[in-house]
């Protein structure tokens, strides 16, 4: 069955009306030197992470930059006034896909896990300051595209999952102390390029959701403790090229729905019931956009669970929700990246949700949220 979706398309110039909208990226200089961008040198960015590496209570940020061919990768600092120093992860470039930031060690502060394409991937640790030191590789070399972060046997120590394009997963279990074993996700096709992970059924262990390229379905696997997996089901056509997934109750109606990003062809929401099926769906986007990308949240606090799309080569695009059962479309610009990852949170601390995107060959670029400004 498939949901009836109305779209209100709203064109947006950079200034003025993407401000009047909810989205503001202030662009004093022209488009080749906006100011609200990290740094000026322009990479083959894959992902950014935010996060308060330094304990000041300002979200900063790390970018993964390289993708197949070794960059630099970077810690930038939030002053409260934009990201106005910046550092090195390490003198040494990588083929990076993603650099995320999480507490691996417990000791409170954010440590990074460096995924790269057929490198060792790395973990860096922090010394509350802000301040990373390599620790050592894990895991081993891949065709590497993105990293899930939870803890999956709740133990207390956050997991991880290297997710692979036609290889198996690779999950590493956190045994404390920056110890992990890692092991094969057992799944008979592989390709994947993202994990969302959430409880889907309620039973307190976190569950698997594969966002599959190649011509493979998109996969639910359900974990049934003891760092044991099995499959659940498939769900969508098998034909999407899905890039992104990501869970909430997009309707408000108690059941966990699953949004994906799609590569030539429409975006798509599965709706979750009450028996665990999927069957219901609503397309969102021009069906011949390339959706690299997708991050949730509630950017006007009205109850309803928004979506922002990273597009390759179209306007990156903010959908609101109406009533959990159609979209108001915002184009953060109307200029075109190559944008191959999109995170939310809240970067002037003033309590609504901003947006943080990833370009390759292009600055990487933060949109400030100024829906409070409506009120």
């Known amino acids: 069955m498939k949901r009836t979706v109305k779209f209100y398309f709203l064109f ?47 979200l900063d940020a790390v970018t993964a930059n390289g993708r197949h061919w070794p960059e ?3 810690v930038f600092y939030n002053s409260g006034k934009g990201f106005n120093s910046m550092r090195r992860l390490d003198p040494l470039s990588s083929t990076s896909y993603a650099a995320e930031l999480v507490d691996l060690d417990n000791d409170g502060d954010l440590d990074i896990i460096e ?48 997710t692979n394009r036609r290889q ?119 069906g011949n956009t390339d959706t690299y990308s997708i991050a949730l949240a509630d950017f006007n606090k009205d109850g309803f669970i928004d979506i922002v799309t990273a597009n390759y080569q179209k306007p990156n695009t903010v959908f609101m929700s109406i009533g959990g059962d159609s979209f108001e479309q915002i184009n953060l610009t109307d200029m075109a990246s190559r944008t191959y990852d999109v995170v939310v949170g809240d970067i002037d601390a003033d309590g609504w949700m901003d947006i943080a995107i990833a370009n390759s060959d292009a600055l990487n670029l933060y949109y400030l949220n100024v829906f409070n400004k409506d009120r």
């Open 12 to 58: 947006l110039p950079l200034l003025a009306t993407a401000q009047e909208h909810g989205f503001f990226s202030r662009n004093d200089m022209g488009v080749d030197e906006p100011s609200f961008s990290f740094g000026t040198v322009k990479q083959r960015s894959a992902s950014i992470s935010l996060g308060d590496v330094n304990n000041d209570g300002k």
């Open 72 to 74: 630099t990768n970077f």
């Open 115 to 162: 995924i790269n394409d057929d490198a060792p991937h790395v973990i860096y640790t922090n010394d509350g300051l802000g301040h990373f030191k390599f620790h050592s590789e894990v895991a081993e070399s891949s065709n590497a595209r993105n990293v899930a972060l939870d803890d999956l046997d709740n133990n207390g120590y956050v997991d991880f999952i290297i």
């Open 168 to 286: 198996q997963n690779v999950v590493c279990y956190n045994n404390g102390g920056l110890s992990f074993d890692c092991s094969k996700l057992e799944t008979q096709r592989n390709s994947t390029i993202d994990i969302a992970i959430k409880d889907m059924d309620n039973d307190g262990l976190p569950d698997l959701i594969l966002a599959n390229r190649d011509n493979i379905p998109n996969e639910i696997y359900m974990n049934k403790g003891n760092r044991q997996f099995t499959k659940k089901l498939d769900f969508g056509s098998g034909t999407f090229e899905t890039r992104s997934v990501a869970v909430a109750d997009m309707d408000n109606d108690g059941y966990l729905d699953i949004v994906t990003g799609n590569i030539n062809s429409a975006n798509i929401i599965y709706f979750g019931n009450e028996n665990f099926e999927f069957k219901e769906t609503m397309a969102f986007g021009v």
